[in-house]
């Protein structure tokens, strides 16, 4: 069996979110949630003195705009479900408390191997994570995997 | 925080300081509420059983926040970490610790960037890497510009 997909999704912007504004509160919550302790992510006075002069969020905290906020609402759907492979996460710029983040995806790239288990699918959905000055943020590439 | 590490001071096979966590469900209760991931998988047992787990699991997402940490406690006040890619192998469970883990593999020198490539994983307490991935973050240099 073979994926059927119209080849024309590829690189096409399936979804642009509207912007969610990031707090102080949500970075400190993500911390603690984390076990996160540095205090450049949670003191306002520690993160005057550290490198960005205000409170930043953690690397990670870039992969909650996925969830709940924004689950893929469009995501092309492929085979039978599939699951989550992994991520690969490029950081450009950090997040600030008071950002307004966007996430716009796309079909990154879609192909098919036969392996040990048998004929599997493999799809990566790339997001750019935009701020406010419409400044790249992040890039995250959402991998899955399903049998075909 | 730690000393700042510069290029300088980390040679191929170099071991990042492992960061140990040891997650509960309280844990992934926080973390579904502060990232907004409500998968029952993460915190309804009954649910997850029903999946055919063999309970509930760690946040793919939650994991790679612990790697996330493992690498920015390593690149300091003055690096950055630049990318950071995990493979969801193994699921891992409540109640159990699990270490994140780093080794240099490469190092070089671009334009103005010190560049550092690691392996890291994160392994439960069998000692299996349930969630290998790689990593690079950008150094402070010794060097004078």
Redesign the interface.
Known sequence: MTLDYDPAIIGKVFEETDPVAVSAQ?IK??C?????T?P?YTDEEAARK??YGEIVA???FV??FR???HFFQNIPRFGKGG?????????VNPVHAGDRITLVSHVKEIYEKTGRSGAMYFVTIRSTVKNQKNEVVAHIDH?FMGRL | ?AKQIYFEDVEVGYELTPLE?NPTTQ?LV??A??????YQIHYDKDFALANKLPGVILH???K??????L???FAG??G?????????RGMDLPGSKVTCKGVVKAKRVEGNDHIVECDIWLENAKGEKTTP?SAVVILPSRAPR
Do not use: C
Request: aromatic fraction near 14%.
């Open positions: 949500e919550d993500f603690a949630a984390i076990g996160e540095n450049w550290g490198p953690p690397p990670m992969l909650t969830n709940g906020r699951f989550d492979a992994g991520r690969d996460v490029e950081f991998r | 925080m966590k844990q926080k973390y509420g502060a990232s907004g991931d409500y793919g997402a939650l790679n926040a612990f790697l996330g940490q690498m920015t406690d006040t003055e950055w970490l630049r990318k950071l890619s995990v493979q969801y991935g």
